[in-house]
């Protein structure tokens, strides 16, 4: 969605903005769920430069307000990097188009996950709300919801999959940082989970060290061939027939 702004007026820039709200995470999660969905991305679309994922950043859709902080946010169409200092924070009327996504963990404080930010997402005109609730025991833990017609309604499967943006996202077992838990991934339209970085790296040191291995057994058969030949030309001499004579 592109938004369109005065370019007569004097607009703030991001620099002159707070970054974010200053409010604390209450949970790791917070922190490294919308971190590990950015890590993917990193990898699945390196060679993209026209995406943006920001973590605990602030979006800001006008200079008198206050800006929206969502955990996680995904933007298509936009510079994946500005300039070297990266950004401190979104500003819309400087980067002219809305999230596609903003991801929402919940914790044990809730923040109107279901409630007000639903509302304030739906006026920006964000497509896509994800909202993660890991300590849900009987509702559904990973909610994503379509905006149509101004209201966000509830998108049935999992992985859940976004046509806007290409992927699915959902959730299950799995290892980052070296814990263990529930996490969220990226899917490709088959339902298959792209790997993270770790285990990219894992898979990639598997594959040499199997390399490396037939290499092994094949230099060993290799060798044992060598030396049947051998022994096979010493009974050969032994029973008078000599090879150079062929």
């Not at 933007?75 to 401190?88: A, K, M, Q, T």
Request: charged share 30%; aromatic share 10%; glycine share 6%.
């Amino acid at each position: 969605m592109l938004l369109k702004y005065n370019p007569r007026q004097c607009l703030p820039s991001a620099e002159d903005l707070p970054d974010s709200d200053d409010t604390p995470v209450d949970n790791e999660l917070q922190d490294l769920i919308p971190g590990l969905l950015k890590a993917i991305l990193a990898l699945i679309w390196s060679q993209r430069m026209d995406w943006f994922f920001g973590v605990d950043m602030g979006i800001y859709s006008h200079p008198e307000e206050d800006a929206i902080v969502p955990d996680g946010f995904l933007s298509l169409g936009v510079p994946r990097i500005i300039d070297s200092d990266l950004r401190l924070s979104y500003v819309l009327w400087e980067e002219k188009e809305v999230p596609l996504l903003v991801l929402e963990v919940v914790s044990q404080t809730r923040r109107g996950e279901y409630s007000h930010k639903k509302q304030d997402y739906a006026q920006l005109g964000i497509l896509y709300y994800a909202i993660y609730n890991p300590l849900r025991k009987r509702k559904p833990r990973l909610e994503v919801y379509q905006l149509e017609a101004g209201e966000y309604q509830l998108l049935e499967g999992e992985p859940v999959w976004l046509a806007k943006i290409n992927l699915g996202i959902g959730k299950e077992q799995g290892t980052y940082q070296g814990i263990t838990r529930e996490w969220l991934y990226w899917y490709d339209e088959q339902g298959k989970r792209y790997l993270t970085p770790e285990e990219t790296i894992s898979a990639t040191q598997q594959q040499l060290q199997s390399t490396e291995n037939r290499a092994l057994v094949a230099e060993k058969q290799l060798k044992q061939e060598r030396q049947r030949a051998k022994r096979l030309e010493a009974l050969l001499r032994e029973a008078g027939i000599d090879l150079d004579d062929n």
